[in-house]
C-alpha cells in the first residue's frame, strides 16, 4: 500500500505538468479592413480674417521704456540728456489720467544717512516739479526716497556711484 501512495503522489506533479503544457491559444484580432478613401471635397471659402496684432503698450517702447534718470555727484538737477525722458512721461500722465507713478530717488554710498535721504527725495521732487510743469497731475505722482539703501550697482568706484546717483520712475496704476 505505501508503494501505491508514493506512486500516486509521484504522478501528481507529472498530472499538473502535462495539463499546463499546452495553453489555449489567444485569438489574435483581424487586422482592420483598410478604409476606402472619400474623395477630397473642394475647399469652401469663407472669409477669414487676419488676427489682429497684439497691441503693444505704450510704455514698453521709445522713451516711455526708459525710466531711470540719473544724476550728477551732489546734485538733483535734471540733466539735459533726460529731459525728454521726463516729458514723455508726464505726456503720458496727462493723456491717462488714471495712470500713477511713483519716483524713487536714490544716492550712491557716499555721505551720511540722513544727507542721503535728503539728496534722494530733493531728486524725486525735481522730476516731479518737471513732470506737473508738463502737464502731469501732482495727484498722480508720489515720491519717495531710499538715499543710498537700494543700489543698483555694488562697488565703490565711479561707476558704480554714477549708477546708484538715479531717479526711478515706477508705474502703480497705468
Known sequence: MKLFKLAALLSIPVIFAVGCESTPEQPTEAAPEPVAEKPAEAPTTTAVEPAAPAAMDPLDSGLLAKRTIYFDFDKYNIKEE?????????????????????IEGHCDER??????????????????????????????????????????????????????????IVYTSR
Open 82 to 102: 533726460f529731459k525728454d525722458v521726463v516729458k514723455a512721461h508726464a505726456q503720458y500722465l496727462s493723456d491717462h489720467p488714471g495712470a500713477k507713478i511713483t
Open 111 to 168: 555721505g551720511t544717512r540722513e544727507y542721503n535721504i535728503g539728496l534722494g527725495e530733493r531728486r524725486a521732487s525735481a522730476i516731479q516739479q518737471m513732470m506737473t510743469l508738463q502737464g502731469a497731475s501732482a495727484r498722480q505722482i508720489n515720491t519717495v526716497s531710499y538715499g543710498e539703501e537700494r543700489p543698483n550697482a555694488l562697488g565703490h568706484d565711479e561707476d558704480a556711484w554714477s549708477r546708484n546717483r538715479r531717479g526711478e
